[in-house]
C-alpha cells in the first residue's frame, strides 16, 4: 500500500507564507511525477504546479512567482512554498504523485488534502 500524507496548512494573514509538505510511504519502487492540486469551494479542483523526478518544474500561471514547488527524492517528499497568499488562494491542497509499486503496479495516489485559508 501506498500513503501520502499532506501537512503544513492552516491559517494565515493576507501577504504571508505557508509550506506544505507531502510525505509518501509505503511499498514504493520509484517515484515518478509529483504535484500540487487545490480545490476551493463550489470550484473545479485545478492543477498549482508539477516537478518531475528529475526536477523539471511547472507551475500555473497565475501562480508563477508566488508559489515553487520542490522535492526531496531521499524522503518521497514533496514541498510547495506559498508567499504573499492571497484570499483567493484559500483551498484545500491535495498532493498526487505516479508511483511505482514493488508489485510494478503504476498509479496516481492522492493525498488527503491540507486546508489553506487566507483570512485577516
Known amino acids: 500500500q501506498v500513503q501520502l500524507v499532506e501537512s503544513g496548512g492552516g491559517l494565515v494573514q493576507p501577504g504571508g507564507s505557508l509550506r506544505l509538505s507531502c510525505a509518501a510511504s509505503g511499498s514504493i519502487f520509484s517515484i515518478y511525477a509529483m504535484g500540487w492540486y487545490r480545490q476551493a469551494p463550489g470550484k473545479q479542483r485545478e492543477l498549482v504546479a508539477h516537478i518531475t523526478n528529475t526536477g523539471s518544474t511547472n507551475h500555473a500561471d497565475s501562480l508563477k512567482g508566488r508559489f515553487t514547488i520542490s522535492r526531496d527524492n531521499a524522503k518521497n517528499t514533496v514541498y510547495l512554498q506559498m508567499n504573499n497568499l492571497k484570499p483567493e488562494d484559500t483551498a484545500v491542497y491535495y498532493c498526487?504523485?505516479?508511483?511505482?509499486?514493488?508489485?510494478?503496479?503504476?498509479?496516481?495516489?492522492w493525498g488527503q488534502g491540507t486546508q489553506v485559508t487566507v483570512s485577516s
Open positions: 498526487k504523485a505516479d508511483i511505482q509499486t514493488f508489485l510494478h503496479r503504476r498509479a496516481d495516489y
